[in-house]
């Protein structure tokens, strides 16, 4: 499966920004989704997770309250709503995809669980 973040770019803080990550050669629907973070100088970390029907969702601490995972799996498309940004939100996000196993535990949180990666999109809070 091929993915492609877009909707990045540059706002205040405060401001809000609604990422997408569209989704092609599979049906998304096998996938559970994630979004990752990495701003310079730091190792990537989790932000957000979504199972494959969308019935449960994961948010790191960091962005509890803030962030909403959604996803249009008609539209192959996953969907990460930022609000009340702040500056060390500044990051690039992935958004990354994985099909978990029946029968075997599906760690959302960890980058390593997912195979598929988009190239990423820049998100950039000013103060």
């Known amino acids: 499966v091929q993915l492609v973040e877009s909707g990045g770019g540059l706002v205040q803080a405060g401001g809000s920004l609604k990422l997408s990550c569209a989704a092609s050669?599979?049906?998304?629907?096998?996938?559970?989704m994630g979004w990752f973070r990495q701003a310079a100088g730091k190792e990537r970390e989790f932000v957000s997770a979504?199972?494959?029907?969308?019935?449960?969702?994961y948010y790191a601490d960091v962005v509890k309250g803030r962030f909403t995972i959604s996803r249009d799996n008609a539209k192959n498309t996953v969907y990460l709503q930022m609000n009340s940004l702040k500056p060390e939100d500044t990051a690039v996000y992935y958004c990354?995809?994985?099909?978990?196993?029946?029968?075997?535990?599906?760690?959302?949180?960890?980058?390593?669980?997912?195979?598929?990666w988009g190239q990423g999109t820049l998100v950039t809070v000013s103060s």
């Open positions: 979504i199972t494959r029907r969308g019935l449960s969702t």
């Open positions: 990354a995809a994985d099909r978990p196993i029946e029968g075997f535990s599906f760690s959302y949180g960890d980058a390593d669980t997912y195979d598929y």
């Open positions: 050669g599979r049906a998304l629907n096998n996938f559970a």
